[in-house]
């Protein structure tokens, strides 16, 4: 996992450790997005209730658009939609760090051909399972309901795993 440093809804600068130790759920968003963005963030609500409880789950989404998405339009677009800042992380920051950690790291970019700098972005339906050892565990279609059962079911793994290690 590259390094990173960025803000979330509430302002609190959040880096790659907060990865560490925990079963992340890794997205790439925008909040002015009406296209699978809204579809997306309501799958992952069902993530976030069902392990509202429990501290070894957790969400993370990057913005694609940090120039508009400030933490404080990221905190109204949280409470909107009823996300939780105990369980999921907005974050914003540098663009180019932010697309780089993107397309670097996750490979999250439907546009892979005619890249355009001056207008270029990354959009991706995509979400990414992260154990505890920041080792990626899958890759899930946010937009449909059934690839967000499975990554849950892929979670109850983890747990498990993570149990098991607890163990010894």
């Given at each position: 996992?590259?390094s990173?440093?960025f803000?979330?809804?509430l302002g609190?600068?959040?880096?790659?450790?907060?990865?560490q130790?925990?079963?992340?759920?890794?997205?790439?968003?925008?909040?002015?997005?009406?296209?699978?963005c809204?579809?997306i963030?309501?799958?992952?609500?069902?993530?976030?209730?069902?392990?509202q409880?429990?501290?070894?789950?957790?969400?993370?989404?990057?913005?694609?658009?940090?120039?508009l998405?400030?933490?404080?339009?990221l905190?109204?677009?949280?409470?909107?939609?009823?996300?939780?800042?105990?369980k999921?992380?907005?974050?914003?920051?540098?663009?180019?760090?932010?697309?780089q950690?993107?397309?670097?790291?996750?490979?999250?970019?439907?546009?892979?051909?005619n890249?355009?700098?001056?207008?270029?972005f990354?959009?991706?339906?995509?979400?990414?399972?992260?154990?505890?050892?920041l080792?990626?565990?899958?890759?899930?279609?946010?937009?449909?309901?059934?690839?967000?059962e499975?990554?849950?079911?892929?979670?109850?793994?983890?747990?498990?795993?993570?149990?098991?290690k607890?163990g010894?």
């Amino acid at each position: 996992m590259d390094s990173f440093l960025f803000k979330n809804q509430l302002g609190k600068e959040i880096d790659q450790n907060h990865l560490q130790n925990k079963i992340s759920i890794v997205s790439f968003f925008f909040a002015r997005c009406h296209g699978i963005c809204p579809n997306i963030i309501r799958n992952l609500k069902f993530v976030q209730s069902a392990y509202q409880k429990d501290n070894l789950v957790q969400i993370v989404s990057f913005s694609v658009t940090p120039d508009l998405d400030t933490p404080e339009e990221l905190q109204k677009f949280a409470d909107q939609r009823g996300i939780y800042i105990t369980k999921w992380n907005l974050l914003t920051g540098d663009r180019e760090k932010i697309f780089q950690i993107a397309r670097n790291t996750f490979q999250a970019d439907t546009n892979t051909t005619n890249k355009n700098p001056d207008k270029d972005f990354v959009h991706s339906e995509q979400i990414f399972l992260i154990d505890s050892n920041l080792n990626f565990r899958g890759i899930y279609n946010g937009n449909k309901g059934e690839s967000v059962e499975t990554l849950m079911k892929d979670i109850e793994i983890l747990k498990q795993e993570n149990q098991f290690k607890a163990g010894f």
